[in-house]
Structure formats: C-alpha cells, structure tokens
C-alpha cells in the first residue's frame, strides 16, 4: 500500500485552477476544430511545408543556442569578471523584450542597413533577412536566455568539488569541461535545450519582423497561422495551430522520457 | 468659426439630415454624443484618422475615440469574433464584406497604389516592369490584405509577374521594410508613402489606375455606442475630415 | 637538496584566518595533519594541491617549485605529482569504476587500451577486480573509498594526499578499511599526507604527526613522544591525558595559583605535567598515606566512556578522572558533590615545554 498524502486545500485549489487556465484555451481549440476536413487540410503541400521549416529552423536555432549558450553560461556560473551582473541582466532582455521590437533590434544589427548587417552585404553580398537562416537567428535570438538561464542553473547547482578532482587526475580546464562539467549537468542541459527549441518553434513575432514572411523560405508554422487567420479562414489557422501542437506535444513527450528524467 | 460649423454639421448629420455641411445650423448644446467611441481602422487610415479623431473629440467634449489599426482582414476577424468595436473602416469591400455586422458600409475615400522606393531611388525604378529583375528584393502585402490584392490586381494589368521576398501583413510593415533598407520596393498606398515621405520616395505607376481600393466604413450592429458611433461616420463626411483624408493622398470617393 | 620528498612551508591568508605551516615528508613516509575542525588542515591540504595558491612561502615537490609566490613560481593541479583522495571521494558519477581509475592515466596520454589495463591493475590491487563496471552510486562507502584510492594512486603520485579517508564510513567498514589503507600507504613508494581529526586514524596510518591548532604547528613529532608528552590541551584531550603548564622547580611544579604538582620526573622553568585519567582517584574523605598530591575538588560532569565513568572535577586545577561503575556507586557520585583527589607522584610525567 502506498500511503496517500493529503494535499491542504489551499494548495489544491489554486493548482486546479491554473491547470484549467493552462488547458481551457487548447480545449477552446479543439471544440472548433473542423474535424471532417481535417484530413484534407493535413495534405496540403503549404502545411507541410510550413511544418518542415518549423522543425528545421527550430532545431537549428537550439543548436546554435547550444553552441553559444552553454559556454556563456559556464561564464556565468564559473567565472568572476567584472559586470557580470550587467551581463547576467543583459541576457534575460529578449526575455522582457517584446518580440517584434525584438525583430526590429535584429533588422539595425544584422539588417542590410544594419550595423553589422550593411557590413556583411558589402563584402559577401549577403544579407540575413528574408531567408531561412534570418529565421533561426531571429529564433535563436528569442530562445536563448532560456537555454543560458537553466544551463546556469545547472551548473550553480553541481558540485565544483568534480572539477578539482579532475584537475589533481590532470584535466585541464576545458578536458574538466567537456568530461566532468557537461556529463554532470546533461539532464539541465537537455532540459534547456527543450525549453529552447520549444521556445523557438513558437517564435512569431521577432521572426515574421526580421526575417519576413514567405512560403518555403521564412513562413513557419506560426505564420502561417497567422496569414491563415489573417485571410479570414479561422478553421484553418485552428488546424494549423492543432498541426503544430500535436506534433511539438508528441517529441517533447519523447524527449522527456528519454532525457529529462533523472535516473 | 469654422470648428463650430463642423461640429454642427456632425450635429446635424447625426440627427438624419444627410447633409455634409449647413452654415445656418444654430448652436446646440449637445447631441447626446458621449463616452467612447471605438473605431477599428484599416492601417492605412492611421495618420488622418487620428487626427480626424482628435477632430472630433474637439467638437464633441466628453467624446474620446479610440482606434484599432492593423490589417483589414485581421481586424475583420477580431470583430467577428466579437471584438468590442463601434465603427470599421476597411481599406477594402472584401473585408467589409466578411464582417456580418456592418450595417450599410459606405464608401468614404479611394487610394491607390504607388511603388515606394529609398529616398532618391537609388535603383531608378520607373515603373512595375523595373520590379521583376532578379537582384532586386521586393516586399508585397499578403494577399488576404488590400493591399496586397491590388498589388495583385494591378501586376496582372500591367503583365508582369514580381516575386517578393516576403509578404506583410499590412501595408505598414511592406512600407518599413523600405524604410529600413531592408526590401528596395514595395507597392503600398499613395497615402502610405505620403505619411512617410521623409524615409522613402512615392512611383506612380499608370497600373495602378486599375487596382482602385475602395474605402467603406460602417456602423456595428453590437455597437456599445450607436450614437457615438454613427456620429464619427458622419464627421468622416464633413468637409473637415475631407480635407485631412485629401491631405493624405486619398481621392474622394 | 634537503633530502626531504616535499619541502613546503604553507602560508595562506584568507580573511581574518592565516595558516602558517611548515611541512617535510621523506620518500614513503606518512605524515598525518591532526587537528580540530578549523585549524587549518583542510586549506593546507588545498594548497598543496594547487586548489588554493599560497599567499607566502613556497612549495617544493621531488625539487621542482610548485608554488612559490615570491618567484611568481605556480605550478596548476593538473600539472603536480600529486594525487588526492577527497573526503567524499568525488568518483565522478558518470563513469563506472574503471573509467574513473582509467581518468588519470588518460589524462596524462595514455591510451584507452593501456588506462584500462592499468585501471584494472589498481582495482585488483584494491580488491574490486569484478567491479570496474560499476557506476559509483552501486558501489557501497568502503568500496567507493577503495576506487578513490585507486584512482588517486593510477597516476604514482610523489605526493599523496588524503582527506580524511574514512570520516564519511561507518564503525565497521572503517575498520577495515583502515587497516587495508595502512597497507597500500606501507607500498606507497612516495609521500603520504593525511588530513584528519581522528586520532586513531592518525596513529594506525602516520608514522609522524603534525599537530595544527589554528593555522600553526602547536607540536609534531612520532605516536609515542605524542602521546606521552602532550604540548597542547587539544593534544592532551585527543590522546586522553591530563595537561598542565606551569614552572618546575626539581621534583614539583607549580601550576595554577601557586598549586603545585609533585612529580618524579625532574624539571626546570617552564615545564609541562600530564597524567592520565585512569590515575586519578577519587575518596569521599581525605586520604591518608602515600599518594602526594592531593586536593579537595566539586564535581561537575559524568559521562560513560567505555566501560568506565569519566568525571570532571573542578577545585585548584581542573581534573578528569576515569573510575568504574562500582566505585562509582559507592561514592555516590553526582554533580556538586565535594570529593578529594588523589594522584600518585610515580603516575605523573614532567617535562619542558
């Protein structure tokens, strides 16, 4: 027998409440969801398309967040230098910053006309708007302070004392990161790494103003639920949205069991 | 003098008369127009309609109007979904259309394409044909939007096919991707390009002739405030409100 | 050349805290740091393995200067001769037994083939031959103390640290695994240095002891001039003597007001007395004949200590006294309770401080 907890009341019903708050808008989708024609709107080649985008540029931007993330987060976590206050503070703007202002940030940094951008087009010819790859610098730009955030955390959490023992076996620094520290906080950083991709395949506002909106190139799923609904066809920008949800529930389910569970 | 007139000619219209101006009206004291007025207006109306709405607040005190641009087809769908608004003012038939509660659009002002191009038109674009070649990035409104379906229009006329580099969703933001540099054109609306002409330069193409958006504006049938709301239709017929929409660039209906 | 394996005197301030210590270890000898909680024992340990650098004096392992801050000389851990068993051993969880052993040797080029031969090596050596492919968290406490052994040894350290090895196992396993780390410390061909508070693990393991207090060496010598001459009152109570400072003077010394000690030892000056508990007895009347020193002294604490008592008295100079349960009764012992003291003259030990 297990023994059963008692769970106080004013714990109960505040938890309730925020789970029906969290599920009412998905059932409000699923009552007006046109089933009978669902099956022929999942076979349109824009759906498709916009899904393929959606996971391309979504698990491209939480590779790139990986990349620059988590040793940002060593810094964070490991290295005193002054203002880092200032840094950990700058890091949680995208955070607080509407995402369309957000977009228009990346467009006078990276922009054709951009501080950096005009730079880039001048000499390589290249500019990032419009493309797919704007796309997963606009989404990597919104989900990274979730990825450097939990990494952190992680690595605050873990014990140092690890490190020093590989130091006295002979690791370096960075052999002591790679073999000790990373196997050591892989369950924050897959988790992380979850809330990122997450974060960056429901990425609307930051993308559609940087990158532009064109299908096959720089429409994601978010906007193409946007243009649906803009179009006036709320059934379809319903199923679309059901489209990305079903499949976003169904891979952070499996990465759940594979990764994020603690042994 | 001529505030007052205005405002008695709001009055009047409001009390039926149809008449767009009457000099003789005498002073009233209130035509029972109050609180807030909620107008949902398509992006293209910004510039004029706010300042046809502090207009009007002047005439009528008390009197508070509070807009809502953005696409004409988003704002169709917010009030379809039962949106609080008062008055939608559309920048074409087709989203008037969808929205079921309009009673009796009437059509207040036209505006017309133009190309709009970085200041000095660096790429000395003359017209549509000088929008097709390869190296050039061009922005067009998706075509759910007005804008972008008279961009449509006026393509087919002049037989040319344009492939954009993204397709916004309302004129606004076809016209800061010119702004920003980022796109080298962009069709949006002559009143578009006028409101920014300190950023970007206005093409007139003869195309555009064809593809001649229609502006409608309605009173809602769940209209918190009917009487507010029918008198701000009728203040957009004055000569006052006139003249700002010409200001702008609009063309009279 | 000195001679001496590791040549250090450690001088690290942190705060208000400032350790000062001055360190030599021969080639397979054992040095055990003895001290209570704070004294220091553990930044020295730190210090020598490159964890903490050293503010003040220098470092000297098999003649290189490993840290040396006058010459802006420092050598980093990963860089030392020196191998450290942590006090809760810090097997990384993420690798199996093996792997851990086998971490040193990698990391000093050695290839997988060979690491994991040598990893296996050690295992054997430490008895866990059929348990390389266990994760740390399947091993139990003395095993995991095994593995870190193993794996700090892997690397043939000149200097071997230990902190406190077996502070984190229970009464049994400590047992044995002491007496199989005294082994593999006999075989250490190299310098062994251990962190402890423990006396006994001192004892057993060290074949010298440093006795810290505070950031400084308070006395330092073999277990047997240790314990039978302690300098220090934390000394006395670790190796359970009575301790006295005072001003000797042939056969007596004076101690606290004007008290005296008779001894029949013969000191001069400043001198020390000590005497074990077990010599003091305890008579409800004062005693008549032999015994020297005595004096009327109150009760103040009992508590069991094996299977005697140990009582605390205070009166002239404050005493423990170790009786049995027996004698115990029949004195009627309880706090507040007047008694005299006695102790034999013959019992007692003086010397120099």
């Keep these: 027998m297990t023994r059963r907890t008692r769970v106080p009341v004013p714990l109960l019903v505040p938890a309730a409440l925020g789970l029906v708050f969290l599920v009412l808008p998905l059932v409000g989708l699923l009552a007006r969801t046109p089933w009978s024609t669902l099956p022929q709107r999942l076979a349109e080649p824009e759906v498709a398309m916009a899904l393929r985008l959606s996971m391309l540029t979504s698990t491209l931007a939480t590779l790139l967040c990986l990349v620059f993330g988590v040793p940002l987060a060593w810094m964070l976590a490991r290295v005193e230098f002054p203002g880092r206050r200032l840094v950990r503070a700058l890091i949680t703007v995208p955070l607080v910053l509407p995402p369309v202002v957000g977009g228009i940030a990346l467009l006078l940094a990276l922009g054709r006309r951009g501080l950096v951008g005009s730079w880039l087009d001048e000499n390589f010819g290249f500019s990032l708007p419009f493309t797919t790859a704007g796309v997963v610098v606009a989404e990597a730009f919104v989900a990274l302070p979730f990825l450097v955030i939990s990494v952190e955390g992680a690595l605050r959490g873990a014990d140092t004392r690890y490190e020093e023992a590989a130091a006295t076996l002979g690791a370096t620094r960075w052999i002591s990161f790679t073999h000790v520290t990373l196997p050591l906080v892989a369950p924050g950083i897959a988790a992380g790494g979850v809330l990122c991709w997450a974060r960056a395949l429901g990425e609307f506002g930051a993308t559609i103003t940087f990158a532009g909106n064109f299908p096959g190139v720089t429409q994601t799923m978010p906007l193409a639920v946007y243009q649906t609904m803009e179009s006036g066809d709320l059934e379809g920008a319903v199923v679309l949205s059901l489209i990305l949800l079903a499949v976003s529930v169904t891979i952070l389910a499996a990465l759940r069991d594979r990764w994020l569970t603690t042994p | 003098m001529r505030l007052r007139a205005a405002a008695l000619a709001a009055l009047v219209l409001l009390s039926g008369c149809g008449s767009t101006s009457d000099d003789e009206a005498t002073p009233a004291e209130s035509g029972g127009v109050t609180g807030t007025v909620t107008v949902f207006a398509a992006a293209s109306l910004t510039e004029s309609f706010t300042t046809i709405g502090e207009q009007f607040e002047q005439k009528n005190p008390g009197t508070t109007v509070t807009f809502s641009f953005a696409g004409s087809s988003a704002l169709a ?10 008055v939608f003012a559309s920048a074409a038939p087709k989203n008037m259309d969808a929205v079921t509660s309009a009673v009796t659009p009437t059509t207040f002002a036209k505006n017309q394409l133009v190309i709009a191009v970085a200041k000095g038109n660096p790429k000395g674009i003359t017209g549509l044909a000088g929008l097709t070649g390869a190296d050039l990035k061009v922005a067009l409104c998706a075509e759910a939007v007005p804008c972008g379906a008279a961009a449509e229009t006026a393509t087919e006329a002049a037989g040319v096919t344009i492939t954009p580099v993204t397709l916004e969703q309302d004129v606004k933001a076809a016209l800061s991707k010119v702004k920003l540099g980022e796109v080298d054109a962009s069709l949006v609306y002559r009143t578009d390009a006028k409101a920014a002409a300190a950023d970007v330069d206005a093409v007139e193409f003869p195309e555009s002739e064809k593809a001649i958006n229609d502006y409608p504006i309605a009173v809602l049938k769940e209209a918190k405030n009917p009487v507010g709301a029918q008198a701000f239709v009728a203040y957009i017929g004055t000569d006052e409100a006139k003249a700002v929409l010409t200001e702008a660039g609009f063309q009279a209906p | 050349m000195t001679g001496h394996l590791v040549d250090a005197r450690l001088q690290v301030r942190r705060g208000t805290f400032a350790l000062d210590i001055a360190l030599r270890i021969q080639p397979g000898e054992t040095v055990a740091l003895l001290g209570p909680n704070g004294a220091g024992k553990t930044t020295a340990l730190r210090a020598l393995a490159g964890l903490t650098p050293l503010s003040g004096g220098h470092l000297t392992v098999d003649g290189h200067d490993l840290d040396h801050p006058e010459k802006k000389t420092w050598v980093p851990p990963e ?56 994760k740390p968290r399947q091993l139990s406490g003395g095993q995991a103390q095994r593995v870190a052994l193993a794996r700090a040894l892997a690397l043939d350290p000149a200097l071997l640290l230990l902190d406190e090895p077996l502070a984190a196992l229970d009464a049994r396993t400590r047992l044995e695994t002491r007496a199989e780390l005294n082994r593999h410390l006999t075989a250490h061909p190299g310098a062994a240095l251990l962190v402890t508070h423990d006396p006994l693990d001192a004892l057993v393991l060290a074949d010298r002891l ?94 069991r200590h094996g299977d005697n008592l140990r009582v605390r008295l ?16 029949h004195l009627e012992l309880e706090p507040g309770r007047e008694l005299w003291v006695a102790v034999k003259a013959a019992e007692t030990r003086a010397y120099t401080a």
């Design chain 2, 77 to 86: 769908t917010q009030i379809n979904e039962g949106a609080p608004a008062d």
């Design chain 3, 79 to 134: 860089q030392r001769p020196i191998g450290v068993v942590f006090q809760d051993y810090l097997l990384f969880p993420h690798l199996s037994a093996r792997d851990n052993v086998a971490f040193g040797p990698r990391r000093h080029g050695v290839d997988r083939r060979t690491a994991h031969a040598t990893a296996d090596r050690w295992l054997e050596r430490v008895g866990l031959a059929d348990h390389g492919r266990r």
């Design chain 3, 210 to 303: 440093v006795i810290v207090e505070d950031g400084r060496v308070v006395q330092e010598g073999d277990a047997a001039t240790i314990t039978a001459r302690p300098r220090t009152d934390y000394v006395a109570r670790l190796v359970g003597l009575n301790l006295y400072r005072g001003r000797g003077d042939g056969h007596t010394v004076e101690v606290a007001g004007g008290f005296a000690l008779t001894t029949t030892d013969t000191v001069h000056g400043e001198a020390f007395v000590a005497f074990p508990p077990s010599a003091v007895a305890l008579h409800p009347h004062r005693p008549d004949g032999s015994p020297r020193n005595t004096w009327s002294a109150t009760l103040t604490d009992i508590q």
């Design chain 3, 314 to 329: 205070d009166g002239p100079i404050n005493v423990a006294a170790d009786i049995t349960p027996a004698a115990a009764a």
